[in-house]
């Protein structure tokens, strides 16, 4: 999970992205399991893949909005 969402940091620098790391890919995708636990491996992978700019975005809006970091 850590190189996939490493990947995916990469794939967002790439397109402007200059601050995004892979920590905050794996806030941003895992924030969801929080209410229904971890699910199968699968759709983790596909959860990072499909993770697109502005949903990463408006997750460290919100964030910062809250007060919980980036």
Request: proline share 1%.
């Amino acid at each position: 999970m850590k190189q996939l969402c490493a990947s995916k940091a990469d794939e967002f620098r790439m397109i402007g992205y200059e601050h995004v790391t892979a920590a905050d890919i794996w806030e941003c995708s895992s924030s969801k399991y929080k209410k229904n636990g971890t699910p199968a491996l699968h759709r983790m992978v596909n959860d990072i893949l499909s993770l697109k700019a502005t949903q990463l975005m408006n997750h460290m809006t919100m964030n910062a909005y809250r007060g919980t970091g980036f």
